[in-house]
């Protein structure tokens, strides 16, 4: 999985962009692990709320018939690099949304502890985060968001000419990019994203390949109808990978619950699956911080009978709407917004937030990759329980040690 994260500041215009997310064993490596301290937790709290908050509005402009997969995580990180640096209401309607009561030094130096515990490595199937900003030679930042920057952040400085050269800068932002997220995300910032007004991008990136803790075996994937309808005529056949073993799981009259782990046990894939064929917008609908804790919490290992099936999704999102729905208004608006926190002389707005992402789920794990620019009770546990995603489901991929989303999604057409 792949993620990219942006942002583009010029005079008189601004934008973020989510730039990799994914899965793999490269990149930054924390020699020894960090302690995620209470302080980080609540960080990762915060970053849920904003998850599903951005998940509701996603699903809620999207077609019925549309995947959908997003990173909230380094959108997330992208944002919150960016509120450093705003101020006044412009400042007040970003922490709001992002769930962050002050972000002051306390709340930054918790932010860059778990950072610090995300980008801690323990096997090939730990994600992969890196943070980069790109300022213009002109462009005069300030020294204390740059030293926030390295060092709650652990950001990448560098300066590129967007005034003369504005294709190359983009050249060089995008060779990051496909660095960071191996290749999976290309052309993240595309052509005429930039001009001679382009002023500073930041920049978000997670990328990680994990690999089944139980892989499955290839001979046992066969061919099975997936219906989005319970009437549907000739659905399509898709490859549907077939495993009995013992799996966290969980049930209620309305949707079953399981947890795939990957190698190391630190990541998993969290799939919520309607019991009805057309029950994924109710489930939606219903989706918050708080049902998806209780379900962590209310997981119970037992024999499942899993047909899951293989899916490969890519996507691209221009979140300004999504992003003013949940309130982030002022920062939108040239006459409005106040990032004096970033830069001294020159005003900015925020112009374009965008994410670009991949993922891809077989028989040996998952890859993905993004780039932006009352309580439930559990039904008993039959003895094997079956669960089979050959209908439209939604998923998780969770980082366990900290309760971090690094990616949300559904699958509607495999």
């Known amino acids: 999985m792949r993620h990219l994260s942006r942002m583009i500041l010029r005079t008189g215009w601004l934008m973020v962009s989510v730039c990799l997310l994914g899965f793999c064993g490269c990149g930054r490596e924390e020699e020894t692990p960090a302690v ?76 860059g502890g778990l950072l610090k515990a995300l980008r801690y490595k323990t096997g090939k199937n730990s994600p992969n985060l890196a943070n980069g900003i790109w300022a213009d030679v002109k462009l005069k930042v300030r020294d204390d968001f740059s030293q926030t920057m390295r060092n709650d952040f652990a950001v990448k400085m560098g300066q ?31 052509a005429g994203d930039l001009s001679a007004e382009t002023r500073l991008v930041l920049a978000s990136a997670i990328y990680f390949h994990g690999q089944w803790r139980d892989a499955f075996m290839k001979e046992n994937t066969h061919p099975r109808p997936f219906r989005t309808a319970e009437d549907q005529e000739n659905p399509p ?10 799996f966290e799981f969980y049930q209620t009259e309305d949707f079953q619950a399981i947890s795939l782990p990957y190698r190391g046990g630190r990541t998993e894939m969290l799939i919520l699956l309607p019991t009805t ?63 004096s926190g970033i830069t001294e002389g020159e005003k900015v707005f925020l112009s374009l937030v965008a994410q670009k992402t ?10 993905a990759a993004a780039a932006t620019w009352g309580q439930a009770k559990s039904a008993a546990m039959p003895e094997s329980t079956s669960f089979v995603t050959d209908h439209p489901f939604f998923f998780a991929i969770r980082d366990r040690s900290t309760g971090t989303l690094l990616f949300l999604g559904r699958v509607v057409n495999p």
């Open 36 to 111: 995620v301290t209470e302080n980080a937790k609540e960080i990762a709290r915060s970053t849920q709320h904003f998850a599903f908050d951005m998940y509701r509005e996603l699903a809620s402009e999207a077609k019925a018939e549309e995947n959908l997969f997003f990173s909230p995580a380094g959108l997330h990180t992208v944002l919150t690099m960016t509120a450093v640096g705003a101020e006044a209401q412009t400042r007040q309607q970003m922490l709001a949304a992002l769930h962050l009561p002050k972000l002051d030094a306390e709340e930054k130096t918790a932010y």
């Open 358 to 367: 991949f993922i891809e789920v077989d028989e040996e794990g998952t890859t």
């Open 277 to 339: 064929v057309g029950g994924l917008g109710a489930l939606e609908s219903r989706l918050s911080s708080e049902l998806f804790e209780k379900i962590v919490k209310n997981l119970a290992t037992g024999e499942v009978q899993l047909g899951l099936a293989k899916f490969k999704l890519g996507a691209s999102y221009h979140l300004n709407g999504a992003l003013m729905k949940l309130g982030i208004t002022d920062a939108f608006d040239e006459n409005k917004s106040d990032f």
């Open 237 to 246: 056949s898709v490859p549907m990978m077939f495993t009995v073993k013992n």
């Open 160 to 190: 590129v000419d967007f005034f003369d050269n504005p294709q190359n800068a983009r050249q060089t932002i995008n060779r990051w990019a496909a660095k960071e997220t191996g290749g999976k995300i290309e052309n993240m910032i595309a």
